[in-house]
């Protein structure tokens, strides 16, 4: 299987920062990345695909980049609603895999 | 808007089989290709678990695939998971989603329905 790893596990940040969270896959996957958006108790929410196309109606604040194993979500200007945790997903090879996930904190 | 929703039993038996049902809103089942299960044990990662082609081909998790049947039910706008041979270790939140227009990303999901695994 492929291994996503996402760092850092735990964010702490404030509204206004700019942050950056990474995905390294264990093998190339081309552009075949999505990441999402969990708050507690809810299902994730679709914020970017293939690597850097953001998914309809999430704010452009969010941006995503990167190719073969490495990638970033960037959110250049944190609002009280992005506290949340964050996966990474590859889906170019079986069995799709998830990153550990990202938990942005409120500092 | 498409709207996916999970329905089960909510407690398993250990050695029992989990079934899910995930009905599908809004949209036709077979307006996309792929449709997805995917579960996320307390407090933890996700795990995608299969998924289902409208017309009835499946890709599974080689970890579950022993156990794990994904079929679907057009004239109903439904999809199902039913595994086998359920332990402590199948405890979780079980999501159904849609896959993407290009694939792989899961555009739409449900609530996530908990099952728990116990006597």
């Known amino acids: 299987d492929i291994q996503m790893t996402q760092s850092p596990s735990t964010l702490s940040a404030s509204v206004g920062d700019r942050v950056t969270i990474t995905c390294r896959a264990s093998q190339s996957v081309v552009s075949w990345l999505a990441w999402y958006q969990q708050k507690p108790g809810k299902a994730p929410k679709l914020l970017m695909y293939?690597?850097?196309t953001l998914e309809s109606g999430v704010p452009s604040r969010f941006s995503g980049s990167g190719s073969g194993t490495d990638f970033t979500l960037i959110i250049s200007s944190l609002q009280p609603d992005d506290f949340a945790t964050y996966f990474c997903q590859q889906y170019y090879f079986y069995p799709y895999t998830f990153g550990q996930g990202t938990k942005l904190e409120i500092k | 808007q498409v709207h996916l929703q999970e329905s089960g039993p909510g407690l398993v038996k250990p050695s029992g089989t989990l079934s899910l049902t995930c009905a599908v809103s809004?949209?036709?089942?077979?307006?996309?290709?792929?449709w997805s299960w995917v579960r996320q044990p307390p407090g933890r990662g996700l795990e995608w678990i299969g998924e289902i082609h409208h017309n009835g081909g499946t890709n599974y998790n080689p970890s579950l695939k022993s156990r794990v049947t994904i079929s679907v039910d057009k004239s109903k706008d439904q999809f199902s998971l039913r595994l086998t041979s359920v332990t402590a270790e199948d405890t979780a939140v079980y999501f159904c989603?849609?896959?993407?227009?290009?694939?792989?990303?899961?555009?739409?999901w449900g609530q996530g329905s908990l099952i728990t695994v116990s006597s």
């Open positions: 989603a849609r896959v993407g227009l290009l694939g792989g990303s899961l555009d739409y």
């Open positions: 293939k690597s850097s």
């Open positions: 809004g949209d036709s089942i077979s307006s996309r290709d792929w």
